[in-house]
């Protein structure tokens, strides 16, 4: 069996993209790869747009477009890395859930307690545990990965996805701190009453104590619940408001300043949580809730950078909310490659 270092000396990363299946049409497989990209198609909770359950598809199908030097880490593919298929019965559980929380949504859309309705309230029992399924699912594969050695970065999929992948951290690292790029803060608890809905995702991250500091970049649309939350929370959730951010740049305040300051509160090491709609939707028009203002991609590449430079590690990372469109995966897969490429230099 070939060795990665095998590999390396007969690929050519100047070459036209393979249509091998894998992401960006590198060579590797599960047992050379450094880096494993777990695609999660689920999109169960969704609360406006449906479509991020392709994204993990829309990705991988858009990689072998890209050119494999990259300025920040020139032989980041020599990590090696390796996006299996997605698994297909998390695809056909999200198809034959997903018209189920349709009706859960609708009905408390119209101000019905679904806990008040036998036939919600079962259906939001099997929901609910789908998704714990789901976590499950991700938490054991990124066990397997890590007790090999390997990092992992997940791609979804709706931002409920990468809880299993953060609560298998916890048992790799004693603490670590959360950057997350999002239009949202996803403080909500259990929305619409989904205990995994993609709103609550980081209510359900910060329940765990390993997570010591949450830094939250770009947000522009809250509930006066989750600002609540923010400030009771005794700075452990640090949120940077985008048009906070905007002002301050129209003040003369350079971005790299911003992003030093943003950074500074963070531990030593970092997992990266990325929503798509944190960026300008000219970026990802797919996304689940996309939202006006936002970030450009090259901003928040300088952020990722200034992170890395200050001497902190990348332990993980998803990539959420990225639409079914050519352009989504396009944008979605710059986004796992440049991520991949700076974990390598943590």
Avoid at 234 to 258: E, F
């Amino acid at each position: 069996m070939a060795s990665r270092e095998d590999i390396i000396s007969t690929f050519d990363p100047s070459g036209v993209g393979l249509e091998n299946g894998n992401f960006c049409g590198l060579p590797f497989d599960y047992n050379t790869a450094g880096i494993i990209l777990l695609g999660v198609p689920w999109e169960v909770t969704v609360s406006y747009h449906a479509g991020t359950a392709q994204g993990p598809d829309a990705v991988r199908q858009a990689s072998p477009q890209l050119d494999l030097y990259d300025l920040d880490n020139s032989n980041g593919w020599q990590q090696g890395i390796f996006m299996p298929p997605c698994p297909e019965w998390i695809r056909q559980r999200n198809d034959a859930l997903r018209p189920l929380a349709a009706q859960i949504i609708n009905a408390t859309e119209q101000g019905l307690e679904v806990t008040e309705n036998a036939e919600l309230s079962a259906l939001l029992t099997t929901i609910n545990e789908a998704c714990e399924a789901v976590n499950q699912w991700l938490y054991e594969q990124t066990r397997t990965a890590l007790a090999q050695g390997k990092r992992v970065g997940a791609i979804g999929g709706d931002h409920s996805i990468p809880l299993g992948l953060i609560q298998a951290l916890t048992e790799q690292y004693p603490d670590f701190g959360i950057l997350h790029i999002d239009a949202h803060a996803d403080l909500r608890d259990a929305y619409q009453g989904f205990q995994y809905s993609h709103a609550s995702i980081m209510t359900n991250v910060v329940m765990l104590t390993q997570v010591k500091r949450l830094v939250q970049v770009g947000v522009r649309d809250i509930s006066h619940r989750e600002i609540a939350k923010i400030q009771q929370s005794q700075g452990r959730i640090l949120t940077h408001y985008d048009s906070v951010l905007q002002q301050k740049r129209y003040d003369g305040t350079p971005w790299i300043d911003l992003c030093r300051h943003m950074i500074e509160p963070l531990p030593q090491r970092v997992y990266i949580s990325f929503d798509v709609d944190g960026l300008d939707p000219k970026l990802c028009p797919n996304t689940g809730t996309p939202v006006p203002g936002g970030l450009e991609l090259e901003e928040t590449f300088c952020l990722f950078r200034e992170l890395i430079d200050s001497g902190r590690e990348i332990i993980g990372f998803d990539v959420s909310e990225v639409g079914n469109g050519e352009w989504d995966g396009n944008v979605g897969a710059r986004i796992v490659y440049k991520l991949c490429n700076l974990m390598g230099l943590g």
